[in-house]
Nanobody, 112 residues
Framework: VQLQASGGGLVQAGGSLRVSCVAS???????MGWYRQAPGNQRDLVAS??????IEYGSSVKGQFAISRDGTNTVTLQMNSLEPEDTAVYYC?????????WGQGTQVTVSS
Protein backbone atom coordinates (compact mmCIF):
# COMPACT_ATOMS: atom_id res chain seq x y z
CA VAL A 1 0.00 0.00 0.00
CA GLN A 2 1.28 3.44 -0.92
CA LEU A 3 -0.23 6.65 0.35
CA GLN A 4 -0.13 9.93 -1.54
CA ALA A 5 -1.18 13.02 0.38
CA SER A 6 -2.01 16.40 -1.05
CA GLY A 7 -3.29 19.72 0.16
CA GLY A 8 -2.35 21.64 3.25
CA GLY A 9 -0.43 24.88 3.18
CA LEU A 10 -0.60 28.24 4.93
CA VAL A 11 -3.78 29.92 6.07
CA GLN A 12 -4.76 32.66 8.47
CA ALA A 13 -6.59 31.85 11.68
CA GLY A 14 -10.27 31.25 11.01
CA GLY A 15 -9.58 29.98 7.51
CA SER A 16 -10.06 26.56 5.96
CA LEU A 17 -7.84 23.97 4.35
CA ARG A 18 -8.33 20.52 2.91
CA VAL A 19 -5.96 17.57 2.81
CA SER A 20 -6.57 14.43 0.80
CA CYS A 21 -4.95 11.02 0.75
CA VAL A 22 -5.10 8.35 -1.92
CA ALA A 23 -4.12 4.78 -1.12
CA SER A 24 -2.91 2.64 -3.99
CA UNK A 25 -2.07 -1.02 -4.02
CA UNK A 26 -5.23 -2.25 -2.32
CA UNK A 27 -8.51 -3.37 -3.89
CA UNK A 28 -10.42 -3.62 -0.62
CA UNK A 29 -11.59 -0.73 1.47
CA UNK A 30 -9.02 0.22 4.07
CA UNK A 31 -9.24 1.89 7.42
CA MET A 32 -7.75 5.31 6.73
CA GLY A 33 -7.24 8.45 8.68
CA TRP A 34 -5.25 11.53 9.50
CA TYR A 35 -2.81 12.15 12.31
CA ARG A 36 -0.84 15.28 13.10
CA GLN A 37 2.42 16.04 14.79
CA ALA A 38 3.61 19.43 15.96
CA PRO A 39 7.28 20.02 16.81
CA GLY A 40 8.15 18.42 20.12
CA ASN A 41 4.82 16.64 20.35
CA GLN A 42 3.69 13.10 19.71
CA ARG A 43 1.71 12.13 16.67
CA ASP A 44 -2.00 12.30 17.53
CA LEU A 45 -5.17 11.15 15.87
CA VAL A 46 -7.16 13.81 14.05
CA ALA A 47 -9.80 11.66 12.38
CA SER A 48 -10.17 8.17 10.97
CA UNK A 49 -12.69 6.02 9.10
CA UNK A 50 -12.76 2.26 9.39
CA UNK A 51 -13.76 -0.18 6.68
CA UNK A 52 -17.41 0.38 7.54
CA UNK A 53 -16.93 4.16 7.37
CA UNK A 54 -17.32 4.47 11.11
CA ILE A 55 -15.66 7.76 12.05
CA GLU A 56 -13.54 8.57 15.05
CA TYR A 57 -12.21 12.03 15.85
CA GLY A 58 -9.29 12.80 18.10
CA SER A 59 -9.81 14.50 21.42
CA SER A 60 -8.08 17.67 20.21
CA VAL A 61 -10.51 18.14 17.34
CA LYS A 62 -13.26 20.53 18.35
CA GLY A 63 -15.86 19.73 15.71
CA GLN A 64 -14.56 21.96 12.98
CA PHE A 65 -12.87 19.10 11.12
CA ALA A 66 -14.69 16.58 8.95
CA ILE A 67 -13.35 13.43 7.33
CA SER A 68 -14.97 11.86 4.30
CA ARG A 69 -14.29 9.05 1.87
CA ASP A 70 -14.47 9.37 -1.89
CA GLY A 71 -14.65 6.03 -3.62
CA THR A 72 -12.81 3.16 -2.01
CA ASN A 73 -9.53 4.52 -0.71
CA THR A 74 -9.44 8.28 -0.96
CA VAL A 75 -10.09 10.20 2.22
CA THR A 76 -10.33 13.92 2.64
CA LEU A 77 -10.05 15.98 5.79
CA GLN A 78 -11.85 19.29 5.62
CA MET A 79 -10.54 21.69 8.24
CA ASN A 80 -12.55 24.80 9.08
CA SER A 81 -12.08 27.57 11.63
CA LEU A 82 -8.42 26.75 11.88
CA GLU A 83 -6.41 28.04 14.82
CA PRO A 84 -2.63 28.45 15.26
CA GLU A 85 -2.72 25.41 17.54
CA ASP A 86 -3.68 23.32 14.50
CA THR A 87 -0.27 23.97 12.97
CA ALA A 88 1.44 20.63 12.43
CA VAL A 89 2.56 18.09 9.88
CA TYR A 90 -0.48 16.05 8.93
CA TYR A 91 0.09 12.39 8.12
CA CYS A 92 -2.22 10.01 6.34
CA UNK A 93 -2.40 6.51 7.77
CA UNK A 94 -3.89 3.30 6.43
CA UNK A 95 -4.30 -0.13 7.97
CA UNK A 96 -4.40 -3.45 6.14
CA UNK A 97 -4.19 -6.89 7.67
CA UNK A 98 -2.81 -5.45 10.87
CA UNK A 99 -0.06 -3.51 9.14
CA UNK A 100 0.22 0.27 9.34
CA UNK A 101 1.17 2.44 6.41
CA TRP A 102 2.05 6.13 6.60
CA GLY A 103 2.07 8.85 3.98
CA GLN A 104 4.85 11.38 3.62
CA GLY A 105 3.17 14.13 5.64
CA THR A 106 1.93 17.51 4.56
CA GLN A 107 2.48 20.78 6.40
CA VAL A 108 -0.44 22.81 7.68
CA THR A 109 0.46 26.22 9.08
CA VAL A 110 -2.08 28.55 10.62
CA SER A 111 -0.94 32.10 11.23
CA SER A 112 -2.44 34.31 13.91
Amino acid sequence: VQLQASGGGLVQAGGSLRVSCVASGAVIKLEMGWYRQAPGNQRDLVASMDESDLIEYGSSVKGQFAISRDGTNTVTLQMNSLEPEDTAVYYCRALRSGKTYWGQGTQVTVSS
